[in-house]
């Protein structure tokens, strides 16, 4: 060996450990739950299906070093944990739990000794150049006219409703749909005849795509809320003969997981919408009776017992983010108008008079940075294509005269 060698440490036999350009580095991208990592290797570590544990070496020479990468920026969502495998990291033993959860992280360690083990040299995390600007648009689409349709409308960033795209997917009503990806959205669950599980994936231009066999159990009179900063849960409904609780989560490419068991009182007609920037929020509905209980969703899609409810019983009303980190209830049967704000901590405020017309069987959503829109219904005399902007202060609007065909329950999310 010739040149000059800098940044370089040995190992306890006396050989030259590695830069992390000089490593040997991994050309499959590790996807799996379990990794064994070798000394003088760099792995990228891909966790977006799963959380990864990485196993390290049992012995280890002073130098050794391993380099781990967050290749697709999602430790936040599924964690890497590191088991130290007998050794000891930073100076505590093998019993303590160690895991990463930073989005674009990278881990170089390097062995030092049997009292501090395992030592990181840098866990940096780097900015996401090319991330995708946030949605400004939102789309209703599906409901029911006479009979049950497919068709979509897209919302313009200042809040102007497109006419009818003609639908994709099977025509049906009592959906729901969210946000997933940063900017994209899926129409989920519903029925027509029966109760069906099937999803459509939007995409962040707004186009719907053909049917995605259900997961999870069929059901209608369901809600959706985004939750943790790219993800998604529906929960609750009917199946045609019971009301539920369980829960379906959403992940980062829009595949639907399934069932998860029920956490809070089985209902139907509810809504759903996210608070907090990367929270969820479950509330009202019917169980026999209204109710106006509601159930948080945390950042990892864990639904919370009830909370006793604030504000006016009722179903069928719709859900929506507004002001970036704030929710509001509005509008349910019967024809009511009055809404609920949802501070940036999930607590539901007291009934505000409503303006506009009273319906049920509407949808809501987020539309440009902090604004969102109630649409469409039914007054109990006729369905509507009537909407009502909402501020970035949870205010309001009167009712803008409708574009597109009159409907009720549909669904709708915010789009890129």
């Not at 495998?85 to 033993?93: I, K, S, T, V």
């Not at 789309?139 to 994709?168: C, E, K, Q, R, W």
Request: hydrophobic letters at 40%; a negative charge.
């Amino acid at each position: 060996m010739s040149g000059q060698i800098t940044s370089n440490v040995f190992r306890a036999s006396g050989v030259i450990a590695p830069t992390v350009a000089g490593l040997n580095w991994s050309s499959a991208v590790i996807t799996g739950t379990t990794l064994s990592a070798e000394a003088a290797n760099g792995y990228y570590i891909n966790t977006t299906s799963n959380a990864c544990t990485v196993t390290l070496p049992s012995s280890a020479e002073i130098g050794d070093q391993i380099v781990l990468v967050d290749y697709a920026r999602t430790w936040s969502i599924n964690n890497l944990i590191i088991d130290s495998n007998g050794l000891n990291f930073q100076g505590d033993p093998d019993t303590y739990t160690v895991d990463y959860s930073t989005a674009g992280q990278s881990l170089s360690i390097v062995y030092s000794d049997a009292t501090k083990g395992w030592i990181p040299v840098s866990d940096d995390a780097v900015a996401d150049v090319g991330v995708a600007p946030p949605p400004l648009r939102a789309i209703f689409g599906y409901g029911f006219t006479t009979p049950y349709v497919s068709m979509t409308n897209l919302v313009n960033s200042s809040g102007v409703v497109a006419t009818d795209v003609t639908g994709v997917g099977t025509a049906r009503g009592y959906l729901a749909a969210t946000t997933y990806g940063g900017n994209k959205a899926l129409f989920g669950f519903g029925q027509t005849a029966s109760v069906t599980a099937i999803t459509n994936l939007v995409s962040d231009s707004g186009v719907v795509a053909a049917d995605t066999t259900g997961v999870g159990t069929a059901r209608g009179s369901i809600a959706a809320s985004s939750y943790g900063t790219q993800l998604g849960i529906f929960a609750y409904g009917f199946d045609g003969s019971s009301n539920l609780s369980m829960s379906n989560k959403v992940s980062i490419t829009g595949v639907v997981a399934t069932d998860t068991g029920g956490v809070g009182t089985a209902r139907r007609g509810l809504a759903a919408a996210g608070y907090g920037e990367d929270k969820g929020i479950f509330g009202y509905g019917y169980i026999g009776s209204t109710v106006s209980l509601s159930n948080k969703v945390s950042n990892t899609g864990v639904i919370a017992s009830d909370v006793g409810g604030v504000g006016t019983a009722r179903e069928t009303l719709a859900a929506t983010t507004y002001g970036t980190d704030k929710a509001i209830f509005g509008y349910g049967a019967a024809t009511y108008s009055l809404t609920n704000l949802v501070s940036n901590t999930g607590v539901i405020a007291a009934d505000v008079t409503g303006v506009g017309t009273g319906r049920h069987n509407l949808a809501a959503a987020g539309y440009s940075t902090d604004k969102a829109i109630f649409g469409y219904g039914f007054n109990n005399v006729a369905k509507l294509s009537l909407t009502n902007l909402v501020s970035n202060t949870g205010v309001v609007a009167s009712d803008t005269t409708g574009v597109g065909t009159a409907r009720t329950t549909l669904a709708a999310a915010k789009v890129g």
